[in-house]
């Protein structure tokens, strides 16, 4: 296969999107939620991964939470990876990794990103959860169980686990 070809079929591959997020808590084991101006819903700090300029996941998710709300974290363990359909856009595989618990000092220094963000909030899950698009509290909800049990990343598939097997179970 020569070069063109191997280009012409690149480009002819579905598309996939992927994004990245994290989960923050603090001492009180609420959890941190960034309010969005171009959404209903709130989300996690995280965003797109700029997979053409070689980035990862985990490091996607490190510079979002630079951006949008001005810490550098390294992120923890991977918590939850969900494949998202949509019919208003491509598929999404969305990543969720834990960013541990933020003391005093983290959460008095967050500076959030005023062209996309209006506010954020510490809430507890019953809170949180309220906020959140279905999708998106269905795929907090199974990582959060994947960190309180210790046995993840949950595996899900629009924000449930695949037929016949639980969040955190082991394929295979």
Aim: glycine letters at 10%.
């Amino acid at each position: 296969m020569t070069t063109r070809d191997y280009a012409t079929y690149l480009a002819g591959l579905p598309r996939v999107l992927a994004g990245a997020g994290v989960i923050f808590r603090d001492t009180e084991d609420r959890l941190l939620l960034v309010e969005p101006n171009y959404r209903d819903t709130w989300l996690l700090p995280g965003g797109t991964i700029e997979s053409d300029a070689g980035e990862s996941p985990r490091q996607a998710a490190r510079r979002e939470t630079l951006e949008e709300i001005g810490l550098d974290i390294e992120p923890g363990p991977l918590l939850a990876v969900d494949w998202v359909r949509s019919r208003a856009r491509p598929p999404l595989v969305s990543y969720l990794f834990d960013g541990g618990v933020l003391n005093a000092e983290q959460c008095a220094a967050i500076r959030l990103q005023e062209e996309e963000l209006l506010s954020w909030r510490l809430l507890p899950w019953e809170e949180a959860g309220a906020l959140l698009a279905d999708d998106l509290r269905l795929r907090v909800r199974a990582a959060l169980d994947a960190l309180e049990t210790g046995r993840g990343p949950a595996e899900l598939e629009d924000g449930l686990p695949p037929a016949g097997r639980t969040a955190t179970e082991p394929a295979g």
